[in-house]
């Protein structure tokens, strides 16, 4: 009997497969991942979060459908952010689907799936990355309440992991031979106030930088009010902790800050930037921003353009809003048409585009520890301690020497483009 796991979505939905994976493994099922060959049963974890992202779920449902109609799989089982907020809808428009779960039904899904839940086996998993890093999930939920965001009502409340058992999974994975550890939640910064009544964060990377083994240690989705400024000096003073700060700031105008419900205001930001630069000199700081939020004129989406000129952000991301239902900007009249949306989103691409060639150029003839990823012939792949896989810049290299995939090498770099260094090892 084979199963077929379908991974759409984020890392923490990533992390959420490779979990559900071991459990079946552990019953002698044999899995694969996001497989192009039909197989008996076909596992769905699916995406929620923004139009696209369901769009993109449905029609792979849909697909899977397809191909049970003509008799290629037998069982069809979904589950994730898509399910958990539209069970009852889906159920009758897609019968063909055999069940139907949320993000919190792991043991349910395993029992239908004709396998044992064992619950010893949570810190282990089957990697669906290649074996040199691995998504270190440390929390579920948010309790945020950014107005334009589903995830607390898909997920439900922050809910941290405990310290020990953080640590736990994470020396197996270095043990099963992982050199990245990227540590995910909804919000990082949040970590510990559930359980430990307050931020533990930077305890938590102290402990992961001193006792996981790890050489790289990667935080992945920080949130800007009231981040920990002790963690910058403890990322100085740990060589194995990238110099990388992944912080959605979603914009800069005070009105649109106040009506997305992010907790800080334009001067607050500015001055977050100012403290990362001051205590992290160095560090490639990653941002996203929502442009068509209901009420973003031309003059408060100038004032971002500007905000992205100035700042000279390292990596950047735009999103064009998307209404979701029942979170609190829903009720917002959705007034800027979608065309207005796309030219803005474009607008910041291009001013980013020239940003990100200028400081690539700067970094010819620099010498750069580089983590190879991959070979895509003539090239391997590889990345700096800046660069988070799949969203962030690559180093290409040509070699006349064989290079190992996972491992480390002094390269220099010798030319550039927008969102790729080209390099040599040295």
């Not at 290649?130 to 270190?136: D, F, L, Q």
Request: net charge negative.
């Amino acid at each position: 009997m084979m199963h077929n796991i379908i991974t759409l979505g984020c890392s923490k939905n990533t992390v959420d497969s490779e979990v559900l994976m071991k459990q079946l493994q552990a019953s002698g099922i044999d899995v694969v991942h996001d497989s192009n060959e039909p197989t008996e049963t076909v596992i769905i974890n699916t995406c929620g979060f923004i139009a696209d992202a369901k769009e993109e779920s449905v029609d792979t449902i849909l697909n899977s459908v397809a191909l049970k109609n003509v008799g290629k799989i037998k069982k069809i089982i979904v589950f994730g952010c898509l399910s958990e907020r539209y069970a009852e809808t889906l159920k009758k428009e897609i019968p063909e689907v055999d069940l139907w779960y949320g993000v919190h039904d792991l043991e349910n899904i395993v029992a239908a799936a004709q396998a044992t839940f064992k619950p010893e086996l949570l810190t282990d998993r089957v990697l669906t990355t290649p074996s040199h890093y691995a998504y270190v999930k440390i929390a579920e939920g948010c309790n945020r309440r950014c107005s334009f965001c589903a995830i607390p009502l898909i997920r439900g409340k922050h809910l941290s992991k405990p310290v020990e058992t953080i640590l736990e999974e994470s020396k197996r994975l270095v043990n099963n031979g992982v050199k990245e550890l990227i540590l995910i939640s909804q919000d990082l910064t949040y970590y510990g106030i559930d359980l430990y009544g307050k931020q533990r964060l930077t305890e938590l990377v102290d402990l992961l930088s001193e006792q996981s083994g790890a050489e790289w240690i990667r935080l992945h989705y920080t949130f800007p009010s009231g981040f920990p400024l002790p963690l910058l000096d403890l990322m100085r003073e740990r060589t194995n902790i990238c110099n990388y700060i992944d912080i959605p700031l979603q914009h800069i105008n005070d009105k649109i800050l106040k009506e997305m419900q992010r907790g800080i205001g334009t001067a607050g930001t500015i001055a977050l930037l100012e403290e990362f630069r001051k205590r992290l000199p160095g560090a490639a700081i990653r941002t996203t921003f929502i442009v068509g939020f209901p009420g973003e004129t031309e003059k408060a989406f100038m004032e971002l353009a500007d905000f992205v000129k100035s700042s000279q952000f390292d990596r950047m991301g735009v999103f064009t809003y998307s209404p979701e239902e029942q979170t609190a900007a829903f009720k917002k009249k959705d007034s800027i048409p979608q065309k207005v949306k796309n030219e803005r989103a474009e607008y910041l691409m291009a001013l980013q585009q020239e940003i990100s060639l200028e400081k690539n150029r700067k970094k010819i003839g620099t010498t750069q520890k580089v983590l190879i990823d991959d070979l895509e012939t003539p090239y391997y792949v590889g990345r700096t301690e800046y660069d988070s896989p799949e969203v962030d810049n690559t180093v290409l290299i040509k070699s006349s020497q064989p290079l190992s995939i996972g491992d480390f090498y002094t390269a220099k770099i010798v030319d550039a483009d927008l969102y790729d260094l080209m390099a040599e090892v040295v």
